[in-house]
C-alpha cells in the first residue's frame, strides 16, 4: 500500500459542481498539505495542517476548502468547480524532517 | 511574486556527461533548500536538500551547490543517465515564527524538464 493514497485518481466534472477529493497517509505524520500543479506554474500550495485541530490557506485557497477528518485524513473540496480549476492535485504529509511524501495525484477536470 | 525561480523550462544532455539545473530565490530567509524530481504519472520525490548554513552537499550522483549572496542554486548530476530523466523541482523551505520555529512548508520553482539521452 502506498504511503499517500489519493481518491479519485481521475475526475471529469461539470461547472459548477461540487467535488470532494480525498487523501489518506499510512506515515504517521502530523502535517498534510494539498498542492495543484498547472504545466508551466509548477506546485502551488492550496491549503496546509499541522495537526488535526489546524488549518491554514495557503498562496492560491479561493475557491476550495479543506477537511482534516483524523490525522490520516485530509480532504480537498471545490464547492463550485470551475474550469481553470482543471489541474493536477497532490497531497503530501510531513514529519518533523524536510522531505515530503507525496500520493500519487488526482487529475482534475472541469467541463 | 515569484520566490522561486527556475528559468530553464527544460534541459537535455547526452549520457555520461553532467547535468546542471538551476535555481533562484528571492529571500534570503530561507532556511532550507531542497530538489525533488518527479516522474509522469507519480508524485515528486525528494531528492536532496542542503541547510542555508552550508554551501555544498553530495549525494551520491548528486550535488547541490548554494550560493547564498547570489541567491542561486544549483543541482549538479554526475554522470547523468536515461533513468534520470524527469521534471525537477526547486523548492525552499522557511521554518514558521508563529510556530516557535519548528513548522514550515515548502514553496516550489516551477520545475526543469530534464531529458538525458542515451
Known amino acids: 500500500d502506498a504511503d499517500v493514497t489519493q481518491t479519485p485518481r481521475n475526475r471529469i466534472t461539470k461547472t459548477g459542481k461540487r467535488i470532494m477529493l480525498e487523501c489518506s497517509q499510512t506515515?504517521?505524520?502530523?502535517?498534510m498539505y494539498w498542492y495543484r500543479q498547472d504545466p508551466g506554474l509548477g506546485l502551488r500550495l492550496i491549503y496546509y495542517?499541522?495537526?488535526?485541530?489546524?488549518?491554514n490557506k495557503g498562496e492560491i485557497s479561493d475557491g476550495y476548502s479543506v477537511s482534516r477528518q483524523a490525522q490520516a485524513k485530509f480532504s480537498l473540496s471545490l464547492e463550485s468547480a470551475i474550469p481553470n480549476q482543471t489541474a493536477l492535485y497532490f497531497c503530501?504529509?510531513?514529519?518533523?524532517?524536510?522531505?515530503?511524501?507525496f500520493g500519487s495525484g488526482t487529475r482534475l477536470t472541469v467541463v | 511574486d515569484q520566490q522561486v525561480k527556475q528559468n530553464s523550462p527544460s534541459l537535455s544532455v547526452q549520457e555520461g556527461r553532467i547535468s546542471i539545473l538551476n535555481c533562484d530565490y528571492t529571500?534570503?530567509?530561507?532556511?532550507?533548500f531542497l530538489w525533488y524530481k518527479k516522474y509522469p504519472a507519480e508524485g515528486p520525490t525528494f531528492l536532496i536538500s542542503?541547510?542555508?548554513?552550508?554551501d555544498k552537499n553530495e549525494d551520491g550522483r548528486f550535488t547541490v551547490f548554494l550560493n547564498k549572496s547570489a541567491k542561486h542554486l544549483s543541482l549538479h548530476i554526475v554522470p547523468s543517465q536515461p533513468g534520470d530523466s524527469a521534471v525537477y523541482f526547486c523548492?525552499?523551505?522557511?521554518?514558521?515564527?508563529?510556530?516557535?520555529?519548528?513548522?514550515?512548508?515548502?514553496?516550489f520553482g516551477k520545475g526543469t524538464k530534464l531529458s538525458v539521452k542515451p
Open positions: 529571500n534570503s530567509m530561507f532556511d532550507y
Open positions: 503530501a504529509t510531513s514529519g518533523r524532517g524536510l522531505g515530503y511524501t
Open positions: 506515515k504517521g505524520h502530523d502535517r
Open positions: 523548492a525552499t523551505f522557511r521554518l514558521h515564527e508563529d510556530y516557535g520555529g519548528s513548522q514550515g512548508n515548502l514553496i
Open positions: 495542517s499541522f495537526d488535526v485541530k489546524d488549518i
Open positions: 542542503i541547510s542555508s548554513i552550508k
